[in-house]
């Protein structure tokens, strides 16, 4: 949503998604999904069923913890284009849909 508003140059709305999308990542990323992780270690099958977990519970839980700091990381960077954002500095979009900047002095043969 907010990637199409930038380009048809709806200043607005594209602020408004972006800071949707930052805080909605901030909410299920950073607040909640450790709440999850946390319920994966200690009250995962052993909390109903008095049984301790198995190698294979142990391992995917191990990975979702793995995981959380690679979130932090990106809501660094989402911050970080936030912050240039407000401050005023220009932020433009990497993506290209074209092959020119790759190539620039490269000139078509006509026939």
């Not at 109903?48 to 932090?72: A, C, M, Q």
């Amino acid at each position: 949503m907010g990637g199409g508003a930038q380009y048809a140059k709806f200043e607005l709305l594209s602020t408004l998604g972006f800071v949707g999308f930052m805080l909605m990542f901030l909410a299920s990323r950073l607040v909640y999904y450790p709440v999850v992780i946390h319920s994966c270690h200690f009250r995962g099958p052993g909390y109903f069923f008095d049984r301790s977990h198995d190698f294979l519970e142990n391992s995917l839980t191990g990975l979702l913890t793995v995981l959380y700091p690679i979130h932090l990381f990106w809501f660094f960077l989402i911050v970080k284009v936030a912050i240039r954002t407000v401050l005023g500095s220009s932020v433009s979009d990497a993506r290209s849909d074209s092959d020119e900047e790759d190539e620039p002095n490269v000139k078509k043969k006509k026939k």
